[in-house]
């Protein structure tokens, strides 16, 4: 009997056993993979089956032991029934062995892949700091462009506002000559002379009526007392450059003209008006340049008369000094 009750004792035993190596195996991962704590707790499952039948074995071997009792002369059934329950006994611990190693195997398996994957993690991580770190770099370079920029605009800008400042000033002195002129000038008609203001210049347009006879260049007593008036008025403003431009028609000169040719004519002009305005007009000659433009800077058309007589005109052109523009726009 004693030896009854041993088998069966050694077998709960050598389940204990395996049922304490499983968990303490199972602890040892828990942290890493939850897939393993099911399959642990599938295996707790299966050793409580085995348990269950081990008891149904226990009760059926109290029922043979029973059997024994009363059919002590059966030992050959007896004996049988014993191997029996050792080949359970094999195949119980052969079937926990199996379970253990596959479970093994699975928590391998799985640590590899948490080990790849947290591989993978660590390269991504290196790559997205590479790609901040360029980023930061990049945005610090693009910031000082764009502070580079922005400086160079204010510069830009201030040299801009001087320069519209310096033009208003321009444009308030050139204002203020026109209407000086224009009063200077106000007792003669506007078909002997016009004052206006183009491209920031003052024009004086005088016709040959007032100043000359028709093929000469002698200024006749009006027009250098308009001249004269002129020269009166750019007294007061030493900073005017004065252009005069000679201009005819197209009609060429007689045979019997002293002057070779309309060009000829319109600078012999042009000159003569120079010399009223520096010598009898008291103004500096360094500020006074004639220029003959002849026939080829028409206003009108020649084909009329009226046309051709537009056409013979000396135009005064006053012109501020822009040492100051050039300067800015140089910059």
């Known amino acids: 009997m004693t030896q009854k009750l041993y088998f069966p004792i050694v077998i709960i035993c050598l389940l ?31 050793h409580s089956k085995l348990n269950t039948d081990y008891k149904n074995s226990l009760e059926q071997e109290k029922a043979r032991a029973d059997e024994i009792v009363q059919l002590s002369s059966d030992t050959l059934g007896l004996g049988q029934k014993y191997r029996e329950c050792e080949a359970d006994k094999l195949e119980i611990m052969k079937s926990g062995a199996s379970a253990e190693a596959k479970l093994a195997k699975q928590l391998a398996d799985k640590q590899r892949e948490l080990e790849a994957k947290e591989k993978l993690i660590r390269d991504k991580e290196l790559a997205l700091q590479k790609e901040t770190e360029q980023a930061a770099a990049a945005r610090a370079a693009a910031e000082q462009a764009m502070a580079e920029k922005e400086k160079q605009l204010e510069e830009k800008t201030k040299r801009l506002n001087e320069l519209e400042t310096l033009i208003a000033q321009q444009n308030a002195v050139l204002e203020r000559l026109r209407s000086t002129v224009q009063s200077a000038l106000v007792n003669f008609n ?40 002129l020269a009166g008025a750019l007294q007061s403003n030493p900073d005017i450059s004065i252009m005069i431009e000679g201009h005819t028609d197209n009609v060429p000169l007689s045979s019997s003209n002293k002057y070779k040719d309309n060009w000829d004519l319109s600078v012999i002009r042009a000159t003569s008006i120079v010399r009223i305005l520096t010598k009898e007009g008291g103004l500096a000659s360094t500020r006074v340049v004639p220029s003959g433009r002849g026939e080829f800077f028409p206003v009108a058309d020649n084909a009329t008369k009226d046309g051709r007589a537009k056409n013979r005109r000396t135009e005064i052109i006053l012109s501020p000094k822009l040492d100051e523009l050039f300067k800015l726009l140089e910059n």
């Open 16 to 46: 204990s056993l395996a049922s304490c190596v499983s968990s303490k195996k199972y602890k040892l991962s828990e942290n890493k993979l939850k897939v393993a704590e099911e399959r642990l707790r599938d295996l707790k499952r299966d």
């Open 190 to 229: 506007s078909d002997e002379l016009t004052v206006e203001m183009r491209g920031g210049k003052v024009y004086v347009s005088l016709s040959e009526k007032l100043l000359f006879k028709s093929g000469s260049a002698s200024v006749d007593p009006k027009g250098k007392d308009a001249l004269k008036k």
